[in-house]
């Protein structure tokens, strides 16, 4: 079993741009969760899919968006990218009560 | 509001225990995680208890929960150099659907 897998593993981009990363569950895993974590702080909920549908959503701004495919996997998406979107974005994925994260995606915004 | 706090430091000998508080606020929440993070990694999840029970222990980690006063701890015996990491304390949020609500971390720095 690959365990969660995200990529890329990093990414550079300047204000404005727009950015997709993407994620993979652990094999059998129907959930995806994606978390913000800043610089020296704890990840940061923004939103969880199941069936290909937003469950619940955190305390982001409507630029972010996500997607979950019938495959289980899913893509962030962040529009209209600012300085302090820079962090490292992780991916977790559920099954019976135990959230598993993957290695994260580290975008830095200039 | 949903809130989990920990200290942020703790510096250990090889071989002693360590001790990992955490506070959290929401009553409801069902479950409670601590997760490890080495530097420039993800998360890794170490262990987690259910709000009914007051103890877990999985060989060298020993969960306490304290339901009535919302505070978690995370005992680690004979902590190793290796232990040296960044602690996550989470709650599971109310609703029960898997949101989960992270603390600042705890870095513990274990020396030889």
């Known amino acids: 079993d690959a365990g969660v897998t995200q990529s890329p593993t990093h990414l550079i981009k300047t204000r404005g741009q727009q950015v997709t990363l993407r994620c993979s569950p652990k094999?059998?895993?129907?959930?995806v969760s994606w978390y913000q974590q800043a610089l020296g702080q704890g990840p940061q909920f923004i939103f969880q899919?199941?069936?290909?549908?937003?469950?619940q959503r955190g305390n982001f701004p409507d630029r972010f968006s996500g997607h979950q495919f019938p495959n289980y996997s899913s893509e962030l998406n962040v529009n209209a990218l600012l300085l302090g979107d820079s962090a490292l974005y992780l991916c977790?994925?559920?099954?019976?009560?135990?959230?598993?994260f993957g290695p994260g995606t580290r975008l830095t915004v200039l | 509001g949903e809130d989990v706090e920990q200290s942020l430091f703790l510096s250990v000998r090889e071989g002693d225990s360590s001790v990992i508080n955490c506070t959290y606020t929401?009553?409801?929440?069902?479950?409670l995680y601590w997760y490890k993070q080495e530097p420039g990694a993800g998360l890794q999840l170490l262990t987690y208890?259910?709000?009914?029970?007051d103890m877990k222990q999985d060989q060298r980690l020993t969960v306490l929960l304290n339901k009535k006063d919302k505070h978690l701890s995370l005992r680690i015996a004979d902590t190793q150099t290796g232990d040296s990491a960044i602690y996550f304390c989470?709650?599971?949020?109310?609703?029960?659907?898997?949101?989960?609500?992270f603390g600042q971390g705890t870095t513990l720095q274990v020396k030889p």
């Open positions: 094999s059998g895993h129907d959930t």
């Open positions: 899919y199941y069936e290909e549908e937003e469950r």
């Open positions: 989470a709650a599971e949020g109310a609703s029960n659907t898997g949101k989960l609500i």
């Open positions: 977790a994925s559920t099954q019976d009560n135990e959230q598993f």
């Open positions: 208890i259910f709000s009914n029970m």
């Open positions: 929401d009553s409801s929440s069902t479950y």
